[in-house]
Nanobody, 127 residues
Framework: EVQLVESGGGLVQPGGSLRLSCAASGFTFSTSAMSWVRQAPGKGLEWVSAINSGGDGSTHYADSVKGRFTISRDVANNTLYLQMNSLKPEDTAVYYC???????????????????WGQGTQVTVSS
């Protein structure tokens, strides 16, 4: 059974940092592109970041988090990470890790299709 289990969320003050983890199982993690997606209260899903599979390992970020967030993976431990620095109140959301099924690179932003999702972890940025 494919499982994606997020952890590391919580309450943090503006300007603070958190590192989210996503433990993956049930599929070949090393050959799967992965993403972080978030959903703010009352809002739709927003793509945050993605990392390519295999030796490529290239990373991609939404403009809203670029320069503040870093996506990475530990293949040996089948774990995806999202290091979040300089957090802002608008970063408050449920954060999901998701396995990428496909991606279309457009002139504006990548468009992803996902086949598996984690349960999400709550990140709240508030003073």
């Amino acid at each position: 059974e494919v499982q994606l289990v997020e952890s590391g969320g919580g309450l943090v003050q503006p300007g603070g940092s958190l590192r989210l983890s996503c433990a993956a199982s049930g599929f070949t993690f090393s050959t799967s592109a992965m993403s972080w997606v978030r959903q703010a209260p009352g809002k739709g899903l927003e793509w945050v970041s993605a990392i390519n599979s295999g030796g490529d390992g290239s990373t991609h970020y939404a403009d809203s988090v670029k320069g503040r967030f870093t996506i990475s993976r530990d293949v040996a431990n089948n774990t995806l990470y999202l290091q979040m620095n300089s957090l802002k109140p608008e970063d408050t959301a449920v954060y999901y890790c998701a396995k990428v099924k496909s991606v279309v690179l457009t002139t504006t932003a990548p468009e992803y299709e996902y086949d598996y999702w984690g349960q999400g972890t709550q990140v709240t940025v508030s003073s």
